[in-house]
Structure formats: structure tokens, C-alpha cells
């Protein structure tokens, strides 16, 4: 069979590269893909871009594609997938109704009050005199979130009323996420220990994948600016056996319940973005609709089972009975970024050692805003790279991430020093 992925980032070479090891799947087309997915075995990219809906579908039908993939949120939102079905062809991901899990933070905060689904307390606005006023009327710090989608980057974490305020007046009257941030939602902050919690859908059914953590802030120690994700590690060791069945009975069984009570069909990945309480009792900080980045390229390099069968499963009515298999060691993901990311960066520079880990099984470098120029990888974004090893324990899987990273070279790279050090210091104290 033919599978088309869309996106061009580390998730979607990920996806592209565990699809093709399925003995089903002859090629993997990416659309537009990167400079990994370029050098990639039984894989092809084609110049067509995610936000080109007409396009994507001719693409699929002018080469047979028998299951598309979605990657990034944003053609989700606009509704590719009701695209795909209306033509016929089969494309994994949620409708727009469904996307607006995400493509909306008030929409996603009223479906879990309205299903008792546990989150923190919240207000929308579109007002900045009633959100200053609701601002000052709450315990600090508070969570000021633009509404629509912000690449990751429309969430701030406000300690004082002053940082608030300026995050008011950036969404609401700056135009900081353009209508993105025309609505804001504040809500109370949750404290405990944050963990991505993903699964397959298929309207009714939830298959777990692998529990992982991300690390949002650009700096070490969980400081500075948000990101779309420094690194991450799967699994999570704050999701415990009686966390997971938590999990899933009052988040994920839950939310799938509740979408097919409001007349909402999801198929596709759900992802719960979560905060564990010292009870382990799980709060939803977010939803996405699509597998989260970089939390993807570990959970996907610990999956030992053919993820073309399983999502399959969803068209046909088999995930009830499907099996999932991982390996047993814990795999890190150390995301090498361009200097300035998450502000402005320069494109071009020439990366190299992207041979680091060619014969290593146990180790790969997944690529995300890279290109091909003259015969070069450039970075080509933010993000650029993701290392990503296993190992015996959290420690040895980072300690060989790092190894990786210290191999590969570009003017400007940087990445974070301390990734997985909840699982690492939670294994030293324990």
C-alpha cells in the first residue's frame, strides 16, 4: 500500500519513518517533508503544502494513497479531513468538529466542565477590562492562554499581576497571535507534574500509546520563554499503573463519551496534555488533536508494533482487539533548535555530523526545519533536530542523546542540558 503523510517537522519524519517499516506500505510520500524524509529509504516528498487542502487531495488520488496521515494541527482545523472523506479517501485525524478540541481552548474548557471532565478553574474573554478585572480577583500565578492555535507558544504562565496584565494587552490589543488571541482564556494554576497522555481513536474505542513528558520552556531548569517542545521522554514515571487506569476511565473514556453525546464522531490521535496532582489525581492543562511534538519521536522509536496495522484498526472496526508492543527501555529526545528560536532566527547554516548514529539501531536523528540546499542540510526553522536514543534507564538513553547532540554542528544551534531530569532525579531519590 501507499501512505501520504502531511507536515514537514520532526513528528511527521517519525511518522513517515515507522509507516515505512510496515511490511504493508511499498512507499511513504510526505508532503512537503524535510531533508530527513528526503534521505529516507522507501520515502518521497512532494512539494505540496499543508495548508493546500485541494491539492493534498489530488495528490492522494493522483497517486493512490491508501491511508494519509495528518501531522500538524493546522490543516486538521481547517478541515482536511472532512476533505479526504468527502472524496472518498481514508485520512486518519479528526474532523474540524472534532479539531476544535483544540483549534479552540474555550471551546475545549466548556466540553470539560459541561462533561465533568477535571480541569482547572477558567474564564473566557474578549474583553480586557472584565479579564483585568477577573485577573485581579484570583491567586496568583494564572494561565493566560490565546485562544486559537499559537504553535505551541500562546500560553503564559503569569507569577505576578503585572505579568498578566501585559499578557492581556499583547493577545486582546496587541495582536500578539492575530485572531488567535482575539478570545482568551485564563485559568487558575495547577501544581504537580505535567505528562502527554496519547491515544488511537476510532470513534469509540481508546488504545493507549505510550505515556511520555515534554519540556516547553526554551531554558534549562523549566525557565524561560515557551516553546513547541525542547525534548521529551517516554515513558513518563508519574504515570503509574493507578495513574493510567485514572487517565483513562475520567479523562480519555470520558472525552470520547462525551464528543459522540454531542453528535462528534473522533477518529483519530487524542492527546491530553495533563498535570498530576500529589494524589494522582489528573487535571487537563490541553487538548490536541494530532500526536504532540517532540513527545512523537520517542514514544514512536520505543513502538515495536506496525503502526500502519493499527491505525488501519480505526477504518475497519478491529482496534478493540489490537495489540500494541514497546520496548521496554525508556527513549530520550533532545530537540537541537536555531539561536533566537522562539523569536526570530536566521535560516541556511550548514549543519553537520548527521551521520552520528547511521548504524546504530538504538539511536536516530529525526529532522524538522532542515532542507536541502546545494547538496547541503540547512536548518530551515526553529526547531531543527531531534536526537533520540534508548537506553537501560532514563539516565543512559540521555546520556547517549547527548552524546548525539555533541556531534552535530551548526552556527547557532542550541538545545537544553536537562532533559528527563524529573525521571532522573525521581530515580536517584527513590
Known amino acids: 500500500m501507499k501512505v501520504l503523510v502531511i507536515g514537514g517537522g520532526g513528528r511527521e519524519h517519525a511518522l513517515a519513518w515507522k509507516a515505512a517499516q510496515s511490511p504493508q506500505v511499498g512507499e511513504v510520500l510526505v508532503a512537503p517533508g524535510n531533508a530527513g524524509t528526503a534521505a529516507e529509504p ?40 472532512d476533505r479526504f472523506d468527502a472524496a472518498g479517501l481514508r485520512c486518519f485525524g479528526p474532523t474540524a468538529a472534532a479539531a476544535r478540541l483544540e483549534s479552540s481552548k474555550a471551546f475545549a474548557k466548556g466540553f470539560l466542565a459541561r462533561h465533568g471532565i477535571p480541569t482547572a478553574d477558567y474564564r473566557s474573554f474578549t474583553s480586557i477590562d472584565e479579564a483585568r478585572a477577573y485577573v485581579r480577583a484570583r491567586a496568583l500565578p494564572v494561565v493566560v492562554k490565546a485562544d486559537g492555535l499559537a504553535a505551541g507558544k500562546g ?8 505579568e498578566a496584565e501585559e499578557a492581556l494587552e499583547q493577545m486582546l490589543e496587541g495582536g500578539a497571535f492575530g485572531s488567535a488571541g482575539a478570545t482568551v482564556v485564563v485559568e487558575d494554576f495547577l501544581r504537580g507534574e505535567e505528562a502527554s497522555f496519547i491515544a488511537v481513536v476510532d470513534g469509540t474505542a481508546v488504545v493507549p500509546l ?16 515557551n516553546t513547541g517542545g525542547m525534548g521529551a521522554y517516554s515513558p513518563a514515571p508519574v504515570v503509574t499503573d493507578e495513574v ?19 453528535g462528534i464522531r473522533y477518529r483519530g490521535f487524542l492527546y491530553a496534555g495533563l498535570m498530576i496532582d500529589a494524589d494522582g489525581t489528573p487535571r487537563v492543562l490541553e487538548f ?32 478493540p482487539d489490537a495489540a500494541v508492543e514497546w520496548d521496554a ?26 551521520d552520528a548514529c547511521a548504524d546504530d539501531d538504538t539511536a536516530k536523528i529525526f529532522h524538522a526545519g532542515t532542507r536541502i ?15 533520540v536514543a534508548l537506553g537501560r534507564d532514563v539516565r543512559a538513553a540521555r546520556d547517549r542523546a547527548y552524546e548525539l547532540v555533541g556531534r552535530i554542528h551548526w552556527e547557532g544551534a542550541f538545545w537544553r542540558r536537562d532533559i528527563g531530569h524529573r525521571a532522573v532525579d525521581r530515580r536517584r531519590s527513590g
Open 329 to 354: 527501555r525508556p527513549a530520550v529526545g533532545v530537540v537541537m533548535a536555531s539561536a533566537g528560536y522562539p523569536g526570530s532566527y536566521e535560516k541556511g547554516r550548514v549543519i553537520t555530523g548527521l
Open 210 to 225: 505510550a505515556s511520555s513528558q515534554d519540556h516547553k520552556t526554551r531554558d534549562d531548569g523549566d525557565t524561560g520563554p
Open 288 to 319: 490536541n488533536c494530532r500526536l504532540g511534538d517532540p513527545e512523537t519521536q520517542p514514544i514512536l522509536f520505543r513502538l515495536r508494533s506496525d503502526l500502519i496495522e493499527l491505525l488501519s484498526a480505526c477504518f475497519d472496526g478491529s482496534l
Open 155 to 162: 500560553v503564559v504562565i503569569a507569577r505576578t499581576l503585572a
Open 244 to 262: 493510567h487506569r485514572r487517565i483513562m476511565e475520567e479523562v480519555m473514556m470520558r472525552t470520547v463519551e462525551g464528543l459522540a453525546a454531542d
Open 42 to 81: 522507501r520515502m518521497r516528498n512532494v512539494r505540496v503544502g499543508t495548508a493546500d487542502l485541494d491539492a493534498l487531495v489530488d495528490l492522494a488520488r493522483r497517486e493512490s494513497v491508501d491511508l494519509t496521515i495528518v501531522g500538524p494541527e493546522q490543516p486538521l482545523a481547517a478541515g482536511v479531513v
Open 373 to 387: 540546499d546545494d547538496g547541503n542540510v540547512v536548518n530551515d526553522g526553529g526547531r531543527v533536530l531531534c536526537a
